[in-house]
């Protein structure tokens, strides 16, 4: 694993009272990449960008949260250097883990074991897709009390923090900890797994049809309602995603490298990543 230039501490974020902190920030190249000594959960509120964790880069739109435990490194980074694209804009909730152990005595062990292994180097970081808004109106919300600072405002932060945890919880893991319709769930990850594994080949609906006995049309709602793309938008993500970590770590030619990702035309591969990146893959080596 890479180790981080810096480590933020929990010191300089949190107040001894509330033992959180929230922000809402637009995202540039000045903040390093970087580990916490605390918990944190960032939604994606606005813009498009990067968000580079541990050794992997993913493509981030509005509407993902991410959860990042104690230790995993991580940064957002916007598409460009330049205000040729809109930044992303992320709200961050901060928490101690001397915090979510107070919480957690509120909640159910499934709960109190899943925060437990966020402060204990246990657990992976991960996202959830906030398809209702639910997320986004709770961290406004926290947001709002973390600056207004008014009577009431450290119960209404603790109470809004727990209800962001559940929630999260619930999209993760289902209503009842072990999944809703657990069965499709599980389903349709080892659709997603198959599709990361074989991103390179040509992945169709219909094979991933006759893969998971789904119909096309429903193949194309949960991936919709899992994450937040269409099945065309995830496999290019996958694809770019990819190709950027080949850009950065390999000196391999970008027809190499665009034939390795499962594209046949060195056009239609430079059309697509300057689409989802906002450079062309020579310009986005250079930039590196």
Known sequence: MKQPDNLFEKNHFLSNNSLMFVNRFTEDFNVPYHAHDFIEYCYVAEGTGFHHIEQETFPIHKGQLYVIPIGVSHVFRPSTPGRSSKPPIVYNCLFDMQLATLLSGLQEQPIQEHLSSLGGN????????????????????????????????????HALLSQLIVTVYRLKYGDNGRGAAEEETTGFHQVIDYVEQNFHTTVTLDE???????????????????????????????????????????????????????????DSFNEAFKKTVGLTPTAFRKSL
């Open 208 to 266: 991933l049809s006759r893969i998971s006995g789904w119909s096309a049309r429903h193949l194309q709602r949960l991936f919709t309602q899992h994450t937040g793309q269409s099945f065309g938008s995830f496999l290019q993500n996958v694809r770019i995603q990819r190709s950027c970590e080949m850009l950065r770590s390999t000196t391999h030619k970008v027809s190499y490298i665009a034939e390795q990702v499962g594209y046949r035309s060195i």
């Open 122 to 157: 246990t657990s992976s970081y991960f996202s959830v897709f906030d398809r209702v808004g639910e997320i986004e109106r709770i961290m406004i919300q926290l947001n709002k009390e973390m600056n207004t600072n008014a009577i009431g405002s450290q119960a209404m932060l």
